[in-house]
């Protein structure tokens, strides 16, 4: 089944602690895209990936890493959390074609950040 | 600065009344355009979305939506919503045409009651 995959599903973390949240998607997409979504704000986009070790900032990237060192997996590093990172995040991949570009969002992750 | 309105923040109807969400973007240049769905507890999935051609689109669930190039404007209608309606909607654009980088809208929690 073609998707993407989000873990954690639920994370509760302290200040300052680094944690990974991993994102994988078996489509072969070129693109992949880290969103967080808050209420009255809906989804705002962290950063993103064209391909294979190529990335680039988002709108809202502070306190925020990623790698891209395979195509299927973007993971989402908080180095040192803190807790106005609290969100749910949303991993998603397109294949980044004109005709197909519409964006797969995986799960999502829901962090909290005491 | 791109950016994507949703003037109705919460909209409650009864079943079988008419739906009409607006959507305004500000971009000079072409736009895909998108609408996604929430369900509670769920992921993102796509509804509709236009990259050319009739304006007026049709999606899932008996949703259709209309692009007015003039009014920068990409309403999503439903002539009867059903309770299972009920969710949060999300229109989007994409300026690069790749789906790399999406700007959405606060969204708009649809509220059907029986």
């Known amino acids: 089944e073609a998707q993407v995959t989000q873990n954690p599903r639920y994370l509760i973390t302290v200040t300052g602690k680094k944690l990974t949240v991993t994102c994988s998607q078996n489509m072969n997409h070129e693109y992949m895209s880290w969103y967080r979504q808050d209420p009255g704000l809906g989804l705002r986009q962290i950063y993103y990936?064209?391909?294979?070790?190529?990335?680039d900032k988002g709108d809202v990237p502070e306190g925020y890493k990623v790698s891209r060192k395979e195509k299927r997996n973007f993971p989402l590093i908080l180095e040192s959390p803190s807790p106005n990172q609290t969100s749910l995040y949303f991993c998603a991949s397109s294949p980044g074609t004109w005709l197909t570009n519409e964006q797969f969002f995986g799960p999502g992750t829901r962090l909290t950040v005491l | 600065a791109q950016s994507v309105s949703q003037h109705n923040h919460h909209v409650i109807l009864s079943e079988a009344a008419s739906l009409e969400l607006g959507c305004n973007y500000s971009y000079g240049g072409t736009v895909n355009l998108f609408w996604y769905v929430q369900y509670p507890g769920q992921h993102l999935q796509l509804l509709l979305k236009?990259?050319?051609?009739?304006?007026l689109v049709k999606g899932i669930k008996g949703f259709e939506a209309e692009f007015i190039k003039s009014k920068f404007s990409f309403n999503l209608r439903k002539p009867s919503v059903q309770w299972s309606d009920t969710a949060e909607y999300f229109c989007?654009?994409?300026?690069?045409?790749?789906?790399?980088?999406?700007?959405f809208g606060t969204g708009t929690r649809l509220q059907v009651t029986l």
């Open positions: 989007a654009f994409d300026p690069t045409g790749t789906a790399s980088k999406l700007t």
């Open positions: 990936s064209m391909n294979v070790e190529v990335t």
């Open positions: 236009y990259f050319s051609g009739d304006p």
